[in-house]
């Protein structure tokens, strides 16, 4: 079955550290994969997205997110978080296929002054 | 460019009437859009596939008659949720595929969504 596993529901840092959201799936072809961050009562923004090519993506506000096809992995990382990061925080998976999305169930952050 | 927009951004209506919700890509022409819908605090839920000239197609488990959706040119697509009910309230997501971007082969462009109260 093609699934996308966000396993941290809720992740709290302080400001300045490390950031990793970890996403991984499960998708019978080729899979394509985006990150999406979602502030309270907004639409979606794309952060980065994976294609083919350089398996570490480089996507906007500084995050990046690398593609581990051995480990149908793609988390995402940031080396210095910001309070403006906080929010939610969604991969998802697509394929040429049917063209639809699978999203997983969302990482909330929350940043610490 | 790839931008989408949605309108309302907010509605408010009673129980037992109906609500249109507009989707609209505005510097590209998607023959593919779809509707998706958000419960707080949760992940986004595929509703419908919407097709430019043809029948949408649902997802199991979604009320088609319910939720009827038109995507009569290629940049417009509407949500329909007929005889709403305070349970039909819900964040609405639209998104559109440019068969002509660079990302033809699989990237959605997201609209901003439409939050929907039924009293």
């Known amino acids: 079955a093609q699934s996308v596993t966000q396993p941290d529901i809720h992740i709290t840092v302080s400001e300045g550290a490390s950031l990793e959201l970890r996403c991984n799936y499960s998708?019978?072809?080729?899979?394509?994969l985006f990150w999406y961050v979602q502030s309270p009562g907004q639409g979606l923004q794309l952060l980065l997205k994976?294609?083919?090519?350089?398996?570490l993506v480089q996507g906007i506000k500084g995050f990046e997110a690398e593609f581990k096809r051995s480990q149908s992995s793609f988390n995402l990382r940031k080396p210095s978080v910001h309070w403006s990061d906080a929010a939610e925080y969604f991969c998802?998976?697509?394929?040429?296929?049917?063209?639809?999305?699978?999203f997983g169930t969302g990482t909330r952050l929350k940043v610490l002054a | 460019g790839a931008v989408v927009s949605q309108h309302p951004s907010r509605v408010i209506c009673k129980s037992g009437t109906s609500v249109k919700i507009e989707c609209r890509s505005l510097?590209?022409?998607?023959?593919?859009m779809f509707w998706y819908r958000q419960f707080p605090k949760q992940s986004l839920m595929l509703m419908a596939t919407?097709?430019?000239?043809?029948?949408?197609?649902?997802e199991q488990g979604v009320e088609k008659d319910k939720f009827l959706i038109n995507h009569a040119s290629l940049t417009l697509s509407t949500l329909t949720v007929t005889s709403a009910h305070p349970e039909d309230s819900s964040f609405y997501i639209c998104?559109?595929?440019?068969?002509?971007?660079?990302?033809?082969?699989?990237?959605?462009?997201f609209g901003p969504g439409t939050r929907l109260t039924v009293t």
């Open positions: 998104s559109a595929r440019d068969p002509a971007g660079q990302g033809a082969v699989i990237e959605q462009y």
């Open positions: 998708y019978g072809a080729t899979p394509y």
């Open positions: 994976y294609f083919s090519g350089d398996t």
């Open positions: 998802a998976v697509g394929g040429s296929g049917t063209y639809k999305y699978i």
């Open positions: 510097d590209f022409q998607a023959t593919t």
């Open positions: 919407s097709n430019e000239g043809s029948k949408a197609t649902y």
